[in-house]
């Protein structure tokens, strides 16, 4: 078990690096442990208290609260920075420039997080991290922050809301940029920083702000610090993400709960009726049966080639996640994020469990979400939905269904759908690509997994279109770290060496 040590040996060999010699050859992975090493206290302290903010974009109060923070904290390290004003919170933006550099680094990282239920978290508060140990019985026990001062476990992690997503990011890129300044290193880039305060509510005013400041946030190529890597744990870089968009679909019984005993084999079931909607939508293989939902995804013998060298086990993922057998859309989990997805998030019809009643509902809802694809159009395919639905005979209504409407149409549903943000992808040998991919060996010693296209969605695409800038991503948390769940945490040693993988594409040189 590697074990971190603050010696003042490290300290003085930090000290001692000359900064020209790190300009004509960027420090390799042991150098830049050091360099991490011997800033890891600070890192720790600055990491602590960016956790204490409560960061919930529902509250816009403490998001102004936390924007003031790392005003701060960027000025600190010789950033400007400016809010760009929306409807909703602020975005913000911190610029510097370096002497030697003649082209932008544009920098995407959240701020938000995800609400909390404090009742599901095993701390005092999801806004107070602690630190844990896992026990002989394999539960996470909180330790003394003392045990930092020595010897650290790198297997101890940080307990906190947005640990991971997204503030383990944001400590992580303070702390690289001031191992930089410690050096004496400036990057070959300027850099330009700009900070998402909705992204958890899918980052509803960003497509217009960006519009609005298209030039301020001109830069030649985007990096994305944000998510997690390939479930290995191994170092990765994300080329691409599936876009977003939902649908609300909602079917009409009587005006009012009726009783079964009364009116059953009488009045229609909305609920029945929506899962017969449901069900018509996929086959037993888990395909959407919809003509043309798929159309325009063409996964070429390169492509697949290129997908199989991500190391999934799939038997493994299958054995942790508790399923006989998966969905076969493409051959494997890599190609199945590569199409569109149709995915049933929430259902709701009367009452269940206790509250159970015999009763026939009046209406019936399904929460759907829609994964893009760049080959998909999410516009097209709600209305492939629609029209699907529409051809079951349903009458489709906005809102609640008027008494003419229910008088007249046996089949009523209401339909409304929204368009977060779309998918966006890089090819594997743009600029940005083949410049990360060589900080990722100069860090890691090794190739880094290159994923295609995540499955997850970050609103990316509307840079990709607004700015014209090539993006990829460069996750640093580690994978199981309970993200938008309780109890969301980041091991250490991903926190140190996401500070390492920021260090390294900083200082990486300019493609020649």
Known sequence: ?????????????????????????????????????????????????????????????????????????????????????????????????FSAASETLLIYLQADGQPVDPSEWHQDSPWQPVLKERGDSGDWQIIPWTRLEGEIDPEW???????????GPIAQFLSAIDILDRVGLEPEYNLKIIVDTEEEMSSPNLPAALLTNR????????????????????????????????ITLTTYGPRFAQHSGHYGNFLPNPALRLCEILASMKDDAGRVTIPGFYEGVDLDAATKAVLATVPDDEAAIQAQMGIASRDHVGENLQEAV???????????????????????????TAEIDVRLVIESDAERLHDLIRKHVEGLGYHLVEGEPSKEERSRYPKLASF??????????TDFDSVPGQWLSQAMIRMHGEEAIRIRTSGGSIPISPFVATLGVPAVGVPTVNPDNNQHSPNENLRLADFFQGIGVMFAVLSEPKLR
Request: aromatic fraction near 8%; charge should be positive; glycine fraction near 6%.
């Open 338 to 364: 590569q199409y569109p997805s149709l995915n049933i998030r929430g259902l709701s019809a009367g009452w269940v469990g206790d509250e159970s009643r015999t009763i026939i509902p009046a209406t019936a």
């Open 416 to 425: 409304k759908s929204t368009i977060s943000y779309g998918a966006f992808r």
């Open 215 to 246: 030039d301020l946030l001109a830069a030649d190529m985007l990096v994305i610090f944000d998510g997690p890597p390939h479930v290995s744990g191994k170092p990765t870089l994300k080329f691409g993400a599936r876009g977003i968009s939902t």
């Open 1 to 97: 078990m590697r074990q971190f040590s603050a010696s003042i040996l490290l300290l003085v060999l930090s000290a001692a690096l000359d900064s020209q010699a790190l300009n004509a050859q960027a420090p390799q992975r042991e150098r830049i442990l050091e360099l991490v090493d011997a800033g890891r206290k600070e890192a720790l302290e600055l990491y602590r208290e960016l956790l204490t903010l409560p960061n919930d974009a529902h509250y816009p109060a403490d998001i102004l609260l936390l924007l003031a923070w790392l005003e701060k904290s960027f000025a600190d390290r010789g950033f400007a920075s400016q809010r760009i004003e929306t409807k909703g919170s602020p975005l913000l933006l911190a610029t510097r420039e």
């Open 157 to 167: 992690r940080i307990f906190a809301r947005s640990a991971a997503d997204s503030k």
